[in-house]
């Protein structure tokens, strides 16, 4: 049998080769195609490559009748409709590794730009300026380099300026202790990594939690005279923030590959002669655009071979009797994930995930990594979904177990999710009660009845007369109303739990005026 494949953006031959050279599949290459001739021509093909130019809209795949896979060569998948994909049983893959060393290296260029005032003194030269005085740079032997965000382009970073001989001190949500030493890293808490690097360079996603990461706040904590390099996401920094302290003279230089807006050809910070940039280089190299090229090509082949794809990013295909039972189990299984991370700063070690009752004679599978989903959502926001959160998790070195089980104490039905860290091990459980929906009804040792939704005030204290009434006091002083309260405690007088759902987002302030007693053990909001 012999399968057709569409290229619609351009592509390399050397990136396309594993097509070319496979005998069952035909590749056709038509570029700069409209919706409607796209619409026109897919019920021919049974595989689609694009890049960033063609939007495959739910029109396009919904005219394919024989379409299995569409490949994306880059990283992001916004021009693809996923939703409508998946609806289709149509797999997605993408390439997350294929620019990995193009933009560690740029990420080390820059740096080194930086250090040495390469980009100024250039353009001086090029005024017919011969000015060497002015363009005194810093060596990067001896000095500090922090890294916030360790995966894969800031590990390679990391190593590189190893090579340079720099001190490396890093933070990540998935870095222990005993990875640090393997790379010859130290670990640190971000606070920690900004206050004692002379570099700083950044490497995580954009997030709710990293949007500004870089502020005035987190400026000031940093030494005088400290450069700090972004080529990973527009928006960690807080520009105004960053203009400011370096014309104040805190900030000695910054060199940035994105910006919040782009294109920024008339950004403020480009006016700065302390600040070197590129307009979002990263990944723009010859090697990196054959390699993602090459990386979707190949699961293209294994899929039409009948083989498994290595990095799809949609939901695989479940038999629909299957589906039909454990769909309305999809949103609490994620939000038992999402719940009890947010109860954790330490690092993942291990995931245990508990099913019983009547889902002890299906396939988990989904489940399972709806929950991981939500356990790592807060780490890599939308990178991560149900098919690819398994992998990611193995990747950070989380164990992951599946236990499954007839009993469920006393419900229907029960799952169990138990993390296991450096300060010991949390747990919460939930089940589906027939008519009312979620509920999670035990966090670690304690019974409770709560829907899984909304914003909620996790607190830890001592069981003592008054304890609820100091709560609705406090947040009364921030006008914050609570809307349900469940408690739970091991013995009178003994260790117990407050769990409050109030009608706004969980505010800075709330969780400050609370944590500003003694009466209270831990205090933490959490977003379902």
């Not at 606070?191 to 870089?214: M, N, S, W, Y």
């Not at 309305?328 to 299984?333: N, V």
């Not at 991370?341 to 399972?368: A, F, R």
């Not at 909304?454 to 008054?466: A, E, L, N, T, V």
Request: with cysteine.
């Amino acid at each position: 049998m012999t399968y057709r494949v569409l290229i619609s953006d351009p592509l390399s031959e050397d990136g396309i080769f594993p097509l070319r050279q496979a005998s069952t599949i035909k590749v056709d290459v038509k570029t700069d195609l409209t919706e409607a001739e796209l619409v026109a021509m897919m019920p021919m093909y049974d595989a689609l490559l694009v890049r960033s130019q063609t939007k495959v809209t739910r029109a396009i795949i919904a005219a394919a009748a024989n379409l299995k896979i569409i490949g994306r060569a880059g990283v992001g998948v916004d021009n693809i409709d996923l939703t409508a994909a998946t609806e289709h049983g149509v797999i997605v893959v993408n390439a997350p590794d294929g620019n990995t060393n193009s933009a560690a290296e740029h990420t080390v260029a820059m740096l080194m730009a930086l250090a040495r005032k390469i980009p100024q003194a250039y353009y001086a030269l090029k005024q017919q300026k011969w000015d060497r005085k002015a363009h005194v740079g810093v060596e990067l032997k001896g000095k500090t380099l922090g890294v916030i965000g360790l995966g894969r382009i800031g590990r390679e970073v990391a190593l590189r300026a190893k090579g340079q001989r720099m001190k490396v001190m890093a933070y990540d949500p998935f870095l222990t202790e005993e990875k640090a030493d393997q790379l010859g890293l130290i670990k640190g808490t971000v606070d920690e990594v900004i206050k004692v690097a002379d570099f700083i360079t950044i490497h995580t996603p954009l997030l709710k939690e990293t949007k500004h990461l870089i502020n005035a706040d987190a400026i000031s904590k940093m030494k005088t005279g400290v450069q700090i390099v972004n080529c990973a996401r527009g928006g960690i920094i807080d520009e105004e923030a960053l203009y400011q302290a370096i014309v104040a003279g805190k900030v000695a230089g910054a060199a940035l590959d994105v910006f919040e807006q782009e294109p920024a050809t008339d950004h403020k910070l480009l006016q700065l002669p302390q600040v070197i940039a590129t307009p979002h280089l990263g990944a723009s190299t010859i090697e990196a655009q054959e390699s993602v090229a090459v990386d979707v090509s190949y699961d293209v082949v294994r899929l039409l071979n009948g083989d498994l794809v290595k990095n799809p990013v949609n939901l695989p295909s479940v038999p629909k009797e299957v589906m039909k039972k454990i769909e309305p189990f999809f949103y609490l299984a994620e939000k038992l994930g999402v719940f009890l991370t947010s109860l954790t700063k330490q690092v993942i070690k291990e995931i245990n995930i508990y099913y019983s009752g009547e889902l002890h004679d299906v396939e988990v599978g989904p489940l399972t990594r709806n929950t991981i989903k939500g356990l790592l959502k807060h780490h890599f926001g939308n990178h991560i979904n149900d098919v690819n959160a398994a992998y990611l998790a193995e990747q950070q070195g989380i164990l992951i177990n599946e236990h499954i089980t007839s009993h469920s104490e006393g419900f229907i039905n029960l799952i169990k999710v138990e993390i296991k860290t450096e300060d010991g091990t949390k747990t919460v459980a939930g089940t589906l009660l027939q008519g009312l929906g979620p509920r999670i009804v035990q966090v670690d040792s304690y019974n409770v009845d709560l829907v899984p939704e909304g914003h909620i005030i996790f607190i830890r204290h001592q069981d003592q007369p008054g304890a609820i009434g100091k709560v609705g006091t406090l947040l009364a002083k921030n006008q914050t109303n609570i809307a349900t309260m469940q408690v739970g405690r091991s013995t009178v007088g003994g260790d117990a739990i407050m769990l409050l759902t109030v009608d706004e987002e969980v505010t800075e302030q709330d969780l400050a005026l609370l944590n500003k007693t003694n009466d209270f053990k831990e205090v933490t909001g959490v977003e379902l």
